[in-house]
Structure formats: structure tokens, C-alpha cells
């Protein structure tokens, strides 16, 4: 726990004591009262750097911990909550936030919310309560002192708020999406209630399923027959169909009440709507209706408590056996049986492979494709691609050299086959080309997106080029690279594509592989200009935002700067295609500038020479110029046949298809590129002939006309206007 100073401590017991006797009486509490007792606690104002506004309102929200704890309301039945409703009518408005309050959801539970949550929970004389992100109390403060209280709360000054109003409970630090493992030494609970934040999570930053995370962790943690009262998002709906992540929540309990709340938080600075959730771990029954409500008080008078579940015993502790006697016989009695299921065990694993010092044999050519086959290795076990993949003749007939890295992936991962050896080798070869580096020492040219060799400059990491057609699965091999180095601590990678709609793919990818949705994380969840406030996860982002700027801001600068200069994680451009042609060069319409986004996609490895660089892309070069953003490949500079990219670019387009064929050869026999496809083997079609009528021939031919008009004017204007004028007249 951070040091907290001793000053700080007293001021917020001097002022909780103060708005503890405001709280006493009858009178409302004002923010002029909050910051009066503020001032008269800590001896000055805000201005003098003492206290903040929020302050005011954390120790206002511990006063009323500590006045419920000494003065505590009768909550036996649903009305009985009207009185929690009338003493927030006395408190101010929350009207001030803080970034840490943000950052961290840290909106704590209205008191008459609180109250009905109690009432919901129908607390038993020998419960044990568990609140997994418990803030200030508030959601327990009308549990009564002598409940058996669990207290979990990341704040460190908040937990400190805890320990002195709840002195018997047991208080934590621990993330609540992980609460089920973090208490596993303490006695489980038989009710739990929670309001975990909606969409932040420890580590992850933005996470839309983070209140689900909380409640599946705490329903794990719940006994058996125990209730589970949660305040949770509005999208969180019970009445979900199978397969969706809130179904799958709720598939081993029973939801027993569901509650939509309007305006519920205005009090507590927002309008949001919530939903009260009643839930019993045990099987069966219905969901019930939600009941929909814009008041507490109007909800109280016809609200119902549904009936708690009677709690199974203990299992007992095994105890010492009884002695036996030498003057009588011992009666043994057969053990029934009983079933007995081991553990899921997912552990990290080696990928084992058999290197070979002969290339695997040739597979038979079927006109100029060749069927795959991993030429240096032998997987012990690992499961056949779904479809048959090819290559061509070219790129078979060379072999892969013999590599020897070993990746590290969940063992079900490799023994449930749900990667095959195709894609197991992609793996491979691109952790055996991340461990080589370029010839040469370097540092980012002043101007531009060239690298120049300097003695004070840096070592850049080679990268890997992945070619493979639709269909073999790019999506999940970038996704098996990325978890490979995760599991071996570099928890920081980025995944570029093309679209924002690619989102959802990603984490289907990385969650089919072990990983968890709230890993993969949008640059869009941050203003541009705004620090990443992500301190593991796959950051995902897009070439149109990659090369977005406004004013001396830039999403490239904001990646780069949390990536940090010491960054060795995957950065894995899927559609590399979409950076081609950086360097500019001739197009079929004259001289082209070279591409933005492509320019900062260059600029981003540039700056990160330890980063491990996987291109992916199907089309990797329909024009060698498009292969300048592939700067990790070595194909030009210190060592090779080309002292730079323009030389490069000029010679090979000199040699034509056969010259980029060669450098395709020679990428696959240095391990730094892989391109495979499906086979057609097998596959049918028909021809289907449509029969254009008189009507379509005139208006494709009037079409056809205007075309060649364009065509052979190019950007003359009188041209272009006849050409318009004529399909409009058609």
C-alpha cells in the first residue's frame, strides 16, 4: 500500500467528524457546508493546495459510512427504504469529478440504492458478505457492524476509509475481476454485493465486459445456494440469448429479480441507468420481467423480496479416525463411489518440434501449385490445416532454413489442435526471425522515412513477412505471435489493420487462443491527445487513425510514446497492403506522392527498432515500389546487392515478375517469408449465362462511350464535361 501521509489521514477524520454531526440532524448539507468543514479540518481552503473539491465529497461519502454505522436505518422490508431516500434529499450533488474518479469508475452507490440492495440481499444472522470493489462502504453501510464483512478495494486511501469504519472486516487490495483466486484462503462468502466498475479495467483500461468480468468472478466465489445483489450496466440483459457473453454469465445460477433504474445517480453526478440485479447460485428457474422503474420511491411500495435458497452444509473437514480396537473386529464398510473430475489445466507449454536436417520430400505437382508441407519441422502434435493449402512450384521447390526458436503457447492451445501446423510454423519462423537483427547500426533520418547508419545508433530487429492467401487463417497466426510473446512478458504489442470493423475478428482470434476480450483494446478509446492509460494489452489500431493529427498532436507520437523507446512486443501489420506505396513513384496517370499512411507506418518501426515486426498480407506486391514499407526485411542497405530502397526498387522493376519471384525465393530461404494458399482441389462450378436485354446493351454502351471519352482525354476539362453531359442525357 502506498504511504499515505499521517496529516492527510487526521484532516479526513476531522472533517468526517464534522459532517457526522451535520448528518445527525435533521438539516440538509450543503457544498458550503462540505467545504466549511473541509477548511476547519485541514486548517485552509483548496486554493492552498490542502484539499479538492472531490476530497470534499469522499469524506462526505465516509461520514455517512460512519452516521450509518452508529445511527443505522430499519431495513426489514421494502418501504422501510423510503428513509434511505429522504436522507439523500439532505445531501449536495456530486458535481465535481477527478481523474483518478474517472479513470477508475469510482461512483460510488446512492444510500437509498444501497439500502434497497440490502433489502434485496436478505441478509441472514450468519452470513458473510462479500463487496468486491467496496470504495467507501457505501453499499454496505447498512449491513450493521456486527455482520462477517469482506472488504475489497483497489483505492489505497479509500481501503484506509475502510479499516476505520468497519474495524473487524477483512479489507484487500486485490482486483475484483480476479476476486475468486485472490481469496481463495478465506471463507467463502454467502452473499455478495457489488457494484463493480462498468467498462475499466486493472490493466486493461477500457473494457467494455469489465462489470460482467466482476460478476462472473464473484458468482465463482459465491457458495453455493448463496445471493449474489449487483448493481450492473443497463446492456447487461438477462434476458439474452444463448451465447451471448451476459447469458454465458448467468448459465450455473438463477436470476431472481431484475430492476431498471432511471436517473438513479443524479445525486452522484450522472444520468446513467442501471439495473439491479438479484441473483441465487442454483439451478433452474425462470427469468423473471424486468421491472422498469424512474424512482426508488415509486418502485418500494409494490416491490416484492424474492425468497432466498436454503444453504447447503459445509462439506465437513476430514478428521483424525477413530481408534480400533484389539478385542473386537473393525467393520469396514465399502466406499460408494463417487466421481471425481481433475482440473482443467491450460499451463504454458513449449512447442515441441523435430527439426529436419533434410527437407521434407516434395508433395505431387498439380499443374504450378505444389501441396504444402513444412519443409524444416515436424510438429509432435499438431492438427492438419482445415482446407489443403498450395504454393507455387517457385516457392516449394525452396526449402525454409532450419530454425531454433521455441515459442511458448497454452498447452491446449497445441493439443486441441487449434492452430495447425501450418500456422504453428508461422509461429516458429517468426520468432526465429525476431531473434536476428539488420546489419548495421542506425537512427531515423531527420527528414523523411529513410534510416541512416550511425555509429550511435541503434540495432533493428529483423521482421517476418506473412503472405498467405484468404482463408489460411492471418488473422489467427497474428494472434498466435502476439500470445507467444505475451506469455513470455511482453504484455505491451499493437495490432494494426485496416478497419475499426476488424475489431471484433481480433478478439475472436486472440480468445479462441486463451486470451480474454478486454486484452485487445481500440486507440479510439483515447482522446489524441491523451496518455494511454494501458499498462499491459494489445492496442489495437487502424491505418486511418495511425496517420491522424490535430494540431501539435498525433495518434503515431501517442503510440510510440506509450510503446516506449525500449519496446520489444509484436507490432502486426495485418493488410500490410494498405501502407504501399510510401515511397511515391510513377502510377498510370503520372508522378504519385507517396502515402500517408503508409509514411507513418514506416515511421513507427522506424522508432521502435526492438519492436518484433510481422507483416501480413495476401497481396504483398503488386508493384515492387509497394514493398518500401517491408523496411525490416533487409532487402536493401548495408550487406545486400542494393545501397538503398531507390536502388532496390529500380533494379527489380528492370527484372519484371521474375525478378520479384526471386525475392520472394529468397525471403522464404532466409525464414522471413511464407506465402500459401487454398486449394481447389475438389472444388465444382458452373457457368450461368445471363442473357443481357436490348435495354442493358444501350446503357452499358453509353456507359462504354463516356468511359473512352475520359479515357482518352485523361484530365482534360472540356472532355470530362462531354463525358458527363452524355451520361446524363442517357
Same mark, same amino acid.
Given at each position: 500500500?502506498?504511504?499515505?501521509?499521517?496529516?492527510?489521514?487526521?484532516?479526513?477524520?476531522?472533517?468526517?467528524?464534522?459532517?457526522?454531526?451535520?448528518?445527525?440532524?435533521?438539516?440538509?448539507?450543503?457544498?458550503?457546508?462540505?467545504?466549511?468543514?473541509?477548511?476547519?479540518?485541514?486548517?485552509?481552503?483548496?486554493?492552498?493546495?490542502?484539499?479538492?473539491?472531490?476530497?470534499?465529497?469522499?469524506?462526505?461519502?465516509?461520514?455517512?459510512?460512519?452516521?450509518?454505522?452508529?445511527?443505522?436505518?430499519?431495513?426489514?422490508?421494502?418501504?422501510?427504504?423510503?428513509?434511505?431516500?429522504?436522507?439523500?434529499?439532505?445531501?449536495?450533488?456530486?458535481?465535481?469529478?477527478?481523474?483518478?474518479?474517472?479513470?477508475?469508475?469510482?461512483?460510488?452507490?446512492?444510500?437509498?440504492?444501497?439500502?434497497?440492495?440490502?433489502?434485496?440481499?436478505?441478509?441472514?444472522?450468519?452470513?458473510?458478505?462479500?463487496?468486491?470493489?467496496?470504495?467507501?462502504?457505501?453499499?454496505?453501510?447498512?449491513?450493521?457492524?456486527?455482520?462477517?464483512?469482506?472488504?475489497?478495494?483497489?483505492?489505497?486511501?479509500?481501503?484506509?476509509?475502510?479499516?476505520?469504519? $468497519?474495524?473487524?472486516?477483512?479489507?484487500? !487490495?486485490? =482486483?475484483?475481476?480476479?476476486?475468486?483466486?485472490? *481469496? @481463495? +484462503? &478465506?471463507? /467463502?462468502?454467502?452473499?455478495?454485493?457489488?457494484?463493480?466498475? $462498468?467498462?475499466?479495467?486493472?490493466?486493461? !483500461?477500457? =473494457?467494455?465486459?469489465?462489470?460482467?468480468?466482476? *460478476? @462472473? +468472478? &464473484?458468482? /465463482?466465489?459465491?457458495?453455493?445456494?448463496?445471493?449474489?445483489?449487483?448493481?450492473?450496466?443497463?446492456?447487461?440483459?438477462?434476458?439474452?440469448?444463448?451465447?451471448?457473453?451476459?447469458?454465458?454469465?448467468?448459465?450455473?445460477?438463477?436470476?431472481?429479480?431484475?430492476?431498471?433504474?432511471?436517473?438513479?445517480?443524479?445525486?452522484?453526478?450522472?444520468?446513467?441507468?442501471?439495473?439491479?440485479?438479484?441473483?441465487?447460485?442454483?439451478?433452474?428457474?425462470?427469468?423473471?420481467?424486468?421491472?422498469?422503474?424512474?424512482?426508488?420511491?415509486?418502485?418500494?411500495?409494490?416491490?416484492?423480496?424474492?425468497?432466498?435458497?436454503?444453504?447447503?452444509?459445509?462439506?465437513?473437514?476430514?478428521?483424525?479416525?477413530?481408534?480400533?480396537?484389539?478385542?473386537?473386529?473393525?467393520?469396514?464398510?465399502?466406499?460408494?463411489?463417487?466421481?471425481?473430475?481433475?482440473?482443467?489445466?491450460?499451463?504454458?507449454?513449449?512447442?515441441?518440434?523435430?527439426?529436419?536436417?533434410?527437407?521434407?520430400?516434395?508433395?505431387?505437382?498439380?499443374?504450378?501449385?505444389?501441396?504444402?508441407?513444412?519443409?524444416?519441422?515436424?510438429?509432435?502434435?499438431?492438427?492438419?490445416?482445415?482446407?489443403?493449402?498450395?504454393?507455387?512450384?517457385?516457392?516449394?521447390?525452396?526449402?525454409?532454413?532450419?530454425?531454433?526458436?521455441?515459442?511458448?503457447?497454452?498447452?491446449?492451445?497445441?493439443?486441441?489442435?487449434?492452430?495447425?501446423?501450418?500456422?504453428?510454423?508461422?509461429?516458429?519462423?517468426?520468432?526465429?526471425?525476431?531473434?536476428?537483427?539488420?546489419?548495421?547500426?542506425?537512427?531515423?533520418?531527420?527528414?523523411?522515412?529513410?534510416?541512416?547508419?550511425?555509429?550511435?545508433?541503434?540495432?533493428?530487429?529483423?521482421?517476418?513477412?506473412?503472405?498467405?492467401?484468404?482463408?489460411?487463417?492471418?488473422?489467427?497466426?497474428?494472434?498466435?505471435?502476439?500470445?507467444?510473446?505475451?506469455?513470455?512478458?511482453?504484455?505491451?504489442?499493437?495490432?494494426?489493420?485496416?478497419?475499426?470493423?476488424?475489431?471484433?475478428?481480433?478478439?475472436?482470434?486472440?480468445?479462441?487462443?486463451?486470451?480474454?476480450?478486454?486484452?485487445?483494446?481500440?486507440?479510439?478509446?483515447?482522446?489524441?491527445?491523451?496518455?494511454?492509460?494501458?499498462?499491459?494489452?494489445?492496442?489495437?489500431?487502424?491505418?486511418?487513425?495511425?496517420?491522424?493529427?490535430?494540431?501539435?498532436?498525433?495518434?503515431?507520437?501517442?503510440?510510440?510514446?506509450?510503446?516506449?523507446?525500449?519496446?520489444?512486443?509484436?507490432?502486426?501489420?495485418?493488410?500490410?497492403?494498405?501502407?504501399?506505396?510510401?515511397?511515391?513513384?510513377?502510377?498510370?496517370?503520372?508522378?504519385?506522392?507517396?502515402?500517408?499512411?503508409?509514411?507513418?507506418?514506416?515511421?513507427?518501426?522506424?522508432?521502435?527498432?526492438?519492436?518484433?515486426?510481422?507483416?501480413?498480407?495476401?497481396?504483398?506486391?503488386?508493384?515492387?515500389?509497394?514493398?518500401?514499407?517491408?523496411?525490416?526485411?533487409?532487402?536493401?542497405?548495408?550487406?545486400?546487392?542494393?545501397?538503398?530502397?531507390?536502388?532496390?526498387?529500380?533494379?527489380?522493376?528492370?527484372?519484371?515478375?521474375?525478378?520479384?519471384?526471386?525475392?520472394?525465393?529468397?525471403?522464404?530461404?532466409?525464414?522471413?517469408?511464407?506465402?500459401?494458399?487454398?486449394?481447389?482441389?475438389?472444388?465444382?462450378?458452373?457457368?450461368?449465362?445471363?442473357?443481357?436485354?436490348?435495354?442493358?446493351?444501350?446503357?452499358?454502351?453509353?456507359?462504354?462511350?463516356?468511359?473512352?471519352?475520359?479515357?482518352?482525354?485523361?484530365?482534360?476539362?472540356?472532355?470530362?464535361?462531354?463525358?458527363?453531359?452524355?451520361?446524363?442525357?442517357?
Amino acid at each position: 500500500m502506498p504511504a499515505i501521509p499521517d496529516a492527510l489521514i487526521l484532516g479526513e477524520q476531522r472533517a468526517a467528524a464534522i459532517l457526522g454531526d451535520r448528518l445527525g440532524s435533521t438539516d440538509p448539507i450543503t457544498r458550503a457546508d462540505l467545504s466549511a468543514a473541509m477548511m476547519q479540518a485541514f486548517g485552509g481552503s483548496d486554493a492552498d493546495g490542502l484539499w479538492t473539491q472531490r476530497d470534499s465529497f469522499e469524506i462526505l461519502e465516509h461520514a455517512l459510512v460512519q452516521h450509518l454505522g452508529l445511527r443505522p436505518l430499519s431495513l426489514r422490508k421494502p418501504c422501510d427504504v423510503a428513509a434511505a431516500c429522504d436522507l439523500l434529499d439532505r445531501l449536495p450533488t456530486h458535481t465535481v469529478r477527478s481523474e483518478e474518479q474517472v479513470e477508475w469508475q469510482q461512483f460510488s452507490t446512492p444510500v437509498d440504492l444501497a439500502a434497497l440492495a440490502v433489502v434485496l440481499a436478505d441478509i441472514q444472522p450468519d452470513d458473510i458478505i462479500l463487496e468486491p470493489s467496496a470504495g467507501n462502504g457505501l453499499l454496505v453501510a447498512h449491513c450493521g457492524r456486527s455482520a462477517t464483512l469482506q472488504l475489497n478495494e483497489l483505492a489505497p486511501r479509500r481501503r484506509i476509509r475502510l479499516t476505520q469504519s $468497519f474495524p473487524d472486516a477483512l479489507v484487500t !487490495g486485490h =482486483d475484483g475481476a480476479l476476486i475468486d483466486a485472490a *481469496l @481463495a +484462503a &478465506a471463507p /467463502r462468502p454467502s452473499l455478495v454485493l457489488m457494484n463493480p466498475p $462498468f467498462s475499466r479495467s486493472a490493466g486493461r !483500461g477500457a =473494457d467494455r465486459h469489465a462489470a460482467l468480468r466482476h *460478476l @462472473a +468472478a &464473484a458468482l /465463482r466465489r459465491l457458495r453455493p445456494g448463496g445471493r449474489l445483489v449487483a448493481v450492473m450496466p443497463e446492456w447487461f440483459n438477462p434476458h439474452a440469448r444463448i451465447g451471448d457473453p451476459t447469458w454465458t454469465g448467468l448459465q450455473h445460477a438463477s436470476l431472481r429479480a431484475s430492476i431498471r433504474l432511471d436517473k438513479c445517480y443524479l445525486r452522484h453526478g450522472t444520468s446513467i441507468s442501471v439495473r439491479l440485479l438479484v441473483i441465487d447460485r442454483v439451478g433452474g428457474g425462470e427469468v423473471p420481467p424486468t421491472i422498469e422503474s424512474g424512482s426508488i420511491r415509486e418502485l418500494i411500495a409494490t416491490l416484492a423480496v424474492p425468497s432466498r435458497a436454503p444453504l447447503p452444509p459445509l462439506p465437513a473437514q476430514p478428521g483424525r479416525p477413530a481408534a480400533i480396537s484389539l478385542f473386537s473386529a473393525a467393520r469396514a464398510t465399502r466406499p460408494r463411489p463417487r466421481p471425481c473430475h481433475a482440473p482443467v489445466r491450460n499451463d504454458v507449454a513449449a512447442v515441441r518440434y523435430s527439426a529436419l536436417d533434410t527437407p521434407a520430400p516434395l508433395l505431387g505437382q498439380v499443374g504450378v501449385y505444389l501441396p504444402y508441407r513444412p519443409s524444416r519441422i515436424r510438429f509432435e502434435t499438431a492438427g492438419e490445416h482445415p482446407t489443403a493449402l498450395v504454393e507455387s512450384v517457385a516457392m516449394g521447390s525452396i526449402a525454409a532454413p532450419i530454425p531454433r526458436y521455441v515459442p511458448l503457447l497454452p498447452e491446449r492451445t497445441v493439443s486441441h489442435r487449434l492452430l495447425s501446423a501450418s500456422q504453428l510454423e508461422t509461429v516458429v519462423y517468426a520468432g526465429h526471425a525476431w531473434s536476428q537483427f539488420l546489419p548495421g547500426k542506425f537512427l531515423p533520418a531527420r527528414e523523411g522515412a529513410g534510416l541512416e547508419e550511425s555509429e550511435q545508433g541503434h540495432a533493428y530487429r529483423k521482421g517476418y513477412f506473412l503472405g498467405d492467401g484468404t482463408g489460411a487463417g492471418k488473422g489467427r497466426q497474428v494472434a498466435a505471435c502476439i500470445l507467444d510473446n505475451w506469455l513470455q512478458g511482453r504484455r505491451r504489442n499493437i495490432w494494426v489493420t485496416k478497419n475499426e470493423m476488424l475489431l471484433e475478428d481480433a478478439r475472436r482470434d486472440w480468445t479462441a487462443l486463451g486470451g480474454l476480450p478486454g486484452d485487445i483494446q481500440p486507440l479510439s478509446n483515447w482522446k489524441i491527445d491523451q496518455p494511454l492509460a494501458l499498462e499491459q494489452g494489445v492496442l489495437f489500431v487502424t491505418y486511418p487513425m495511425l496517420r491522424s493529427a490535430r494540431g501539435a498532436s498525433s495518434r503515431l507520437q501517442q503510440i510510440i510514446q506509450w510503446a516506449g523507446p525500449d519496446f520489444e512486443g509484436v507490432i502486426g501489420f495485418d493488410e500490410a497492403h494498405e501502407m504501399g506505396g510510401v515511397g511515391g513513384g510513377e502510377g498510370a496517370l503520372g508522378r504519385k506522392e507517396g502515402s500517408l499512411q503508409g509514411l507513418c507506418g514506416v515511421l513507427l518501426q522506424n522508432n521502435l527498432p526492438g519492436a518484433r515486426i510481422l507483416y501480413a498480407t495476401a497481396t504483398a506486391a503488386s508493384d515492387v515500389n509497394n514493398l518500401a514499407y517491408a523496411v525490416r526485411l533487409g532487402l536493401w542497405g548495408p550487406e545486400t546487392a542494393f545501397a538503398n530502397r531507390e536502388q532496390f526498387i529500380a533494379d527489380i522493376r528492370k527484372g519484371g515478375i521474375a525478378a520479384m519471384e526471386l525475392v520472394a525465393r529468397d525471403l522464404k530461404a532466409l525464414g522471413l517469408y511464407t506465402a500459401r494458399a487454398l486449394s481447389f482441389d475438389g472444388v465444382e462450378y458452373e457457368i450461368l449465362r445471363h442473357e443481357l436485354t436490348p435495354g442493358q446493351i444501350a446503357i452499358y454502351d453509353r456507359y462504354a462511350e463516356a468511359w473512352a471519352v475520359l479515357c482518352a482525354a485523361r484530365h482534360k476539362m472540356p472532355y470530362r464535361e462531354e463525358a458527363v453531359m452524355r451520361r446524363s442525357a442517357a
